[in-house]
């Protein structure tokens, strides 16, 4: 799979996740015990990402959008 693509349908995949409703409660609604941890051992990595053109969907992505009832041209897709 080409990685633009790749990385099209993980902003997709996201976009979905993201639009979904939560029907749990949070385990622990207060992760601030967690922060100083991550901050130590997970250090930031160098990345990019950058808008495709408006309009614009790799076919792979734009099938999983038609089949999940979603308008592919609503879709921003990113270069991650």
């Known amino acids: 799979m080409h990685v633009s693509s790749f990385s099209a349908m993980v902003a997709l995949f996201a976009a979905f996740v993201s639009s979904q409703r939560l029907t749990k409660p949070a385990l622990q ?7 100083s941890g991550f901050i130590n051992n997970l250090k930031p990595v160098a990345s990019t990402r ?9 076919t792979d992505c734009k099938r999983i959008a038609q089949n999940e009832g979603h308008n592919p041209a609503d879709i921003q897709s990113w270069n991650v």
């Open 29 to 35: 609604p207060d992760l601030e015990n967690l922060q």
């Open 50 to 58: 950058t808008a495709y053109q408006a309009g614009y969907i790799p």
